[in-house]
């Protein structure tokens, strides 16, 4: 046949995967719904152009295409990255099928690689993470010098102060040796990671979640449930159980606090489940098990213009919050060697930690 069938067409638009067949000169005749959506345009706009042409490094796509056409393979599967100008790369597990069809003899079928963007996502997450943790040490060291000497400075120009003009200026004093304190305890807080030592024990990460949970009762009695939702098959692992709790503790009173609004309203939600993962890479080394925790609330979710830097230092999503929490969270979890990842959509918001088990 000439043209492929108008029913066999509707079948591939209803497909998850995107299609895309191409006529004898490599150019695009027909592309599902699916294909739209990842190359972000329409069949019209896409029709007539080599396919290879909307990638940067297209090659790989015409090379395949040459030899489907010289019949070398009936079926072709590989992974490939397109990249595209000015937007983020495509990770894709390819499939190259030669059809019995004169105007459109090629088909490409695209699946985007969900596990390799994810683990991209991992690297990225921990290269960043291991950058801003330098970052800030070096940082607050250079910080920590210049704010004693401003104190002290500032104390000693106090008690020099005349007589007479003690009480008006004593005011402005008073205001440098209060803000050189508040930058000294930020200081601390930013250095405490670095300079607590590791107490290494057997942990039970449901006492752990249980301790965290106790103390948001205590905080939030009311209009806040707490659900538990644990895998008591879980094992005991080797780690430091006070810097677990400060970490889960840090996510939850975060949930808690964007729980607000719901608290008053009396349906606020917190749920704690814990599972087990397998063949999970963690900062680019593959375990057998690892540990899933889920920290999951029904708040507004995290506001889109910060969701790519909830980890970053001194980024916060309230009024008045310090933006070391999440910080000093992924501090903790990571020197257990595991990572915190965040999805998050109006009334569902997901933190996850996942560290290796034995």
Not at 80 to 95: K, N, P
Not at 111 to 139: G, P, Y
Not at 173 to 198: C, K, N
Request: proline share 4%; aromatic share 4%.
């Amino acid at each position: 046949m000439d043209a492929p069938h108008t029913n066999s067409l509707s079948g591939l638009d209803l497909l998850a995967s995107a299609v895309i067949l191409l006529d004898g000169s490599g150019c695009i005749r027909h592309v599902n719904p699916a294909a739209e959506h990842m190359l972000d345009s329409s069949l019209k706009g896409l029709q007539q152009h080599k396919l290879w042409s909307l990638f940067v490094n297209g090659e790989q796509l015409e090379t395949v295409f040459n030899q489907a056409m010289a019949q070398e393979f009936s079926e072709l599967r590989l992974d490939l990255t397109l990249e595209r100008a000015g937007r983020e790369s495509l990770q894709v597990d390819c499939l190259v099928s030669v059809l019995d069809n004169r105007a459109t003899p090629v088909l490409f079928e695209l699946r985007e690689n969900v596990q390799q963007l994810k683990l991209n996502r991992e690297e990225r997450l921990f290269d960043q993470s291991q950058a801003n943790k330098e970052l800030i040490r070096n940082l607050a060291h250079e910080i920590k010098n210049p704010l004693g000497g401003i104190r002290g400075a500032a104390q000693l120009l106090e008690m020099e102060l005349p007589e007479r003009h003690l009480r008006e200026l004593r005011e402005y004093t008073q205001v440098i040796i209060r803000e050189a304190g508040r930058l000294q305890t930020l200081v601390d807080r930013l250095l405490a990671p670095h300079r607590r030592p590791h107490i290494v024990g057997d942990v039970n990460i449901h006492e752990v979640c249980e301790r965290v949970r106790s103390l948001i009762v205590a905080e939030f009695p009311d209009g806040l449930t707490i659900r538990r939702d644990y895998d008591l098959s879980i094992p005991e692992f080797r780690g430091d159980k006070e810097q677990l709790i400060q970490a889960v503790l840090n996510i939850a009173h975060n949930a808690a606090e964007a729980l607000t609004d719901r608290i008053a309203n009396g349906d606020a939600e917190l749920t704690f489940k814990t599972r087990v993962s397998r063949q999970v890479t963690l900062a680019k080394i593959r375990y057998r098990l690892a540990l899933d925790l889920h920290i999951i609330d029904n708040g507004p979710g995290i506001p889109p213009e910060i969701s790519e830097r909830i980890f970053y230092p001194l980024v916060s999503g309230r009024d008045g919050g310090s933006g070391l929490g999440l910080t000093l969270a992924q501090t903790f979890i990571q020197q257990h060697l595991g990572v915190i990842e965040c999805e998050s959509r109006p009334g569902h918001t997901d933190f996850r930690i996942r560290i290796p088990l034995p």
